[in-house]
């Protein structure tokens, strides 16, 4: 899983995938998108 930042700068989370299961995983990028932050997930 990678974010980019708005300056263009980006961190990977290695391995979240294998690490946490897929409703998750879709929980906690849905809590990101409602508090603003550009998520690629339609809900």
Not at 2 to 12: A, I, P, Q, T
Request: proline share 0%; charged share 25%; no cysteine.
């Amino acid at each position: 899983m990678m974010f980019v930042l708005d300056d263009g700068h980006y961190f990977k989370l290695d391995y979240a995938a294998n690490a946490f299961d897929n409703q998750s995983l879709y929980d906690f990028l849905s809590h990101l998108k409602r508090k603003g932050v550009d998520i690629n997930i339609s809900e």
